[in-house]
């Protein structure tokens, strides 16, 4: 399938929100292991002067693209169909300034190889303040290990503080705990805030009056 380009997309949110120095860090080189069962060589490097991938917000057609398939990767996620599917895009997209779901798309496939999200919880305290969750960060089997999950959890943190959260936090699984750690290090977390729990970790990784990157 050839790539599409975001100009041609329906997109959840406006693609200006992602900052620039994450998409300039993704990779531009990968060898990726893709299923036996599909390709007679399954080991495959790719490699030029671009990136063989696109991070952009969530598309209404990304359905399609293997959304669902993605966050199966992460938790059960049963195919609900491609107007469910659609439905809920657009009752996400209908709460302003909200719900902000970035994918990873494959240059070569047309695919989405990653997912994660971020909302905006609205308070009553801080002059009626905003605190941004992050959450459902999933990478696909055969693209994980090349930090595409923390430019992820980048690109959300960036928009997050963009749109006038006082923090943000990460909502991850104890079975993603060892991620966590590599992200405090490479983020440069300067703060005792972010700690697993025993069930689920919940980590302050950005709070504007106090963190630095």
Known sequence: MPFTPDAALDLLFPEELIPQHVKDELPSDLHVRLPVQRYP?????LTGTEPVVQIRPLASTDYDRGHL???NVLSQTPDVGADAWATQFHDLRSTPATYYILVVVSRDTD???GSGGAFVERKFLRGLGRVGHIEDIAVAREMQGKKLGLRIIQ????ISEGVGCYKTILNCSDAN????????R???????????????MRSVVSRNEKMKW
């Open 41 to 45: 060589h399954p080991l495959i490097f």
């Open 69 to 71: 398939s993605v966050l």
């Open 111 to 113: 695919q989405i190889v």
């Open 155 to 158: 690109a959300l943190t960036h």
């Open 177 to 184: 705990i060892r991620a966590f750690i590599v992200f405090r």
């Open 186 to 200: 490479e983020m440069g977390c300067i703060t005792d805030s972010c700690r697993p729990s025993q069930r689920s």
